[in-house]
């Protein structure tokens, strides 16, 4: 494996996201053909240990295609092998394989990272919450179980699976195991896993350390079990647990709905409301802005981004006092109907089907057409506020910039 040199002008604009997502995490980029090494990843090919030579012939290949959905040209498959009757599981890594020993559960076989070779140890500082990857795994026994982990540790050269249980060493794991998803060798069937990160280690977070193999069992497992891997992607949280206004909690609050519609009587919080806002992690940061829109009416934005800056999510509590609520259901009730983007400056993406009002929130009628799908409305002659936006039974608040 070989790491690309990078443009000094290049490498400053990626410095900003290289500790938050590997590099090359959908297996496009590759050292040579098709059985070479996925650029910043190592395999057998690449090992050290005295029984290196043995196995350097190469369990993986590069397949052109992928996941669902993808947007990329190519994906990694790692194999099981048999050499001189033993078998070797599959093994891609973002470290070094150590291949120190023919008994396949020797603790003389590991994954490491190797700080002293920049190809063979992946810097990392982001605490990600969660690791998405894509895989089709097929084994010849239903019961064999693949695994995919994600290590975080220290200023170490840490061994893998040996000092898993060493808490001084790591920061954090995310570990997972599967089934297969196809009985056929010949046919791919994707899943995308999820695996949340625990950490309950005591070192600071420097490296990442990825293992991938056909069998979370050293040399368990049928020779040619195979596991197809695409894209990874680590996840950062930028989500709220929780919103006070004036000391209280809000009704029917949900980590994932976004807008709120709140009536109050004291008018006092229409211009300085005392809003807590309580995020899902602790390295998430959170902004609070209040505007106020007219005599009745102010406006909370609550922006809350993730530790990778890259992430972020916006609540949005609209406060009204002295006006009833005119027929406001629930947000969560409100699917029939959609508009893009809310808060809107001059147009607004409307799907629905039927006639779509929008008013004033005293219910008086101020623009209406008729939509079946998706129409572009042109609200630039609103002046800034919030309006109701209706479909026969369904509604929609909407915020005018």
């Not at 106020?292 to 530790?307: G, K, L, M, P, Y």
């Given at each position: ?13 990626l ?158 794991k ?67 647990t ?17 807008d ?25 940061t ?23 800056n890259v992430t ?49 929130l ?40």
């Amino acid at each position: 494996m070989k790491r690309i040199v990078i443009l000094c002008l290049a490498l400053t604009a990626l410095m900003a996201n290289a500790q938050y997502q590997l590099p090359n995490p959908g297996f496009e980029q590759w050292d040579g053909g098709n059985t070479s090494e996925p650029t910043h990843w190592n395999s057998f090919a690449t090992s050290d240990g005295s029984y290196a030579s043995l196995a350097s012939s190469p369990h993986h290949y590069r397949r052109n295609g992928g996941r669902p959905g993808t947007d990329g040209s190519h994906f990694l498959t790692i194999y099981t092998k048999s050499i001189m009757g033993i078998k070797a599981n599959g093994n891609m890594t973002t470290g070094r394989i150590h291949a120190g020993a023919m008994i396949a559960s020797s603790s003389e076989n590991y994954n490491y990272t190797q700080r002293s070779n920049a190809n063979h140890c992946q810097p990392f500082s982001g605490t990600p919450d969660s690791m998405y990857v894509w895989v089709s795994y097929y084994a010849a026994n239903g019961n064999s179980k693949a695994q995919i982990s994600a290590i975080l540790h220290g200023d170490n050269d840490f061994r893998s699976p040996n000092q898993e249980n060493d808490a001084s060493l790591f920061c954090g794991k995310a570990t997972t195991t599967f089934n297969r998803t196809t009985s056929s060798d010949n046919t791919y069937q994707w899943r995308k896993l999820k695996l949340p990160f625990v950490y309950n280690g005591n070192s600071a977070a420097r490296y990442m350390l990825i293992n991938m193999t056909t069998n979370a069992t050293p040399g368990g497992g049928d020779s040619n079990d195979s596991l197809s891997i695409d894209d990874i992607e680590f996840v950062y949280s930028s989500w709220l647990t929780g919103i006070t206004l004036g000391g209280q909690p809000i009704d029917n609050f949900q980590k994932g709905q976004l807008d709120y519609l709140l009536h109050i009587d004291d008018t006092s919080l229409l211009n300085n409301a005392e809003v807590e806002a309580v995020a899902e992690v602790d390295d998430a940061t959170v902004a609070i802005d209040q505007q106020r829109v007219d005599d009745t009416t102010s406006i909370i934005f609550i922006n809350v981004t993730a530790e990778d800056n890259v992430t972020r999510h916006t609540y949005t509590l609209t406060i009204t006092s002295g006006v009833p609520s005119v027929g406001l259901p629930d947000v969560a009730e409100q699917s029939s109907l959609s508009v893009y983007p809310n808060p809107a400056l001059s147009n607004i993406t409307v799907t629905a089907d039927g006639k779509v009002s929008i008013m004033s929130l005293d219910g008086r009628i101020l623009l209406q057409s008729d939509v079946k799908g998706t129409a572009i409305l042109d609200v630039s002659s609103l002046p800034a506020g919030l309006y109701l936006l209706r479909c026969g039974n369904s509604v929609r608040r909407l915020i005018k910039h």
